[in-house]
């Protein structure tokens, strides 16, 4: 079984500060995804990344693999209060286009 | 285009009581997939299904059964709910195309509650 280990768990920063959330695995992954999901609704997926070492920008938001495919990271700058939810990553897992999520990352953003 | 709707959205039972969770897309994706979610625990998946008429076990299936009769729907079952089975409910979908580019669309949730 492939685990993705997420960390820190809960993350509470102001409004302008950065972070970075990890997510680690034991296991290599061909690709991994991060989701963000709000409160009350389902995950909604950010990003993609497919190459060992890629890096991907979503305004704010920098997302990295790592380049022996075992790890990812989210690094946010300037965070904003809509910023504020569970981040997870997740990896393809067997047929059927399976995915295996993180334990998830929730963080709040205050002003 | 609605994408992935889930009924109900609440729903408390008594331990021993069974029920039906519907999940219904209208994307005309193949693959459709139902998790549960805890706190601290991510999303874990318990069945899914490659198209009509065709279900699989996931992590955790014990105590949970799914039918896929047509292509836009996937139910998923407790015959007798346990407190353990406490929990919000996702389904999600996606195209049958590859692993690397495929998003999964995921509904609303329902919350449920067992006492």
């Known amino acids: 079984t492939q685990l993705l280990e997420q960390s820190p768990q809960f993350l509470s920063i102001q409004e302008g500060e950065n972070l970075t959330v990890y997510c680690n695995s034991s296991?290599?992954?061909?690709?991994l995804q991060w989701y963000r999901q709000e409160p009350g609704e389902g995950p909604v997926l950010l990003v993609t990344?497919?190459?060992?070492?890629e890096v991907k920008k979503l305004k704010r938001l920098t997302f990295q693999f790592g380049d022996a495919r075992k790890d990812s990271s989210l690094h946010i700058t300037a965070a904003q209060p809509g910023d504020t939810g569970l981040y997870l990553c997740?990896?393809?897992?067997?047929?059927?286009?399976?995915?295996?999520f993180g334990t998830g990352t929730q963080l709040k953003v205050e002003l | 285009n609605a994408g992935v709707t889930q009924t109900p959205k609440f729903r408390v039972l008594k331990t021993g009581q069974s029920m039906t969770l519907l999940c219904a897309q209208d994307?005309?994706?193949?693959?459709m997939y139902w998790y549960r979610q805890d706190p601290g625990m991510g999303l874990r998946l318990i069945h899914y299904?490659?198209?009509?008429?065709?279900?699989a076990k996931g992590e955790v299936p014990d105590g949970y059964n799914v039918s896929r009769l047509k292509k836009q729907n996937f139910l998923l079952g407790l015959e007798s709910a346990a407190p353990s089975q406490t929990s919000v409910y996702f389904c999600?979908?996606?195209?049958?195309?590859?692993?690397?580019?495929?998003?999964?669309?995921f509904g609303p949730g329902t919350r449920l509650t067992v006492l």
């Open positions: 999600a979908s996606t195209s049958a195309g590859g692993p690397r580019t495929d998003t999964q669309y």
């Open positions: 296991s290599v992954f061909s690709s």
């Open positions: 990344v497919v190459t060992g070492g």
């Open positions: 997740a990896g393809p897992t067997g047929g059927g286009n399976k995915l295996t």
């Open positions: 994307m005309n994706h193949e693959y």
């Open positions: 299904s490659v198209g009509e008429g065709t279900t």
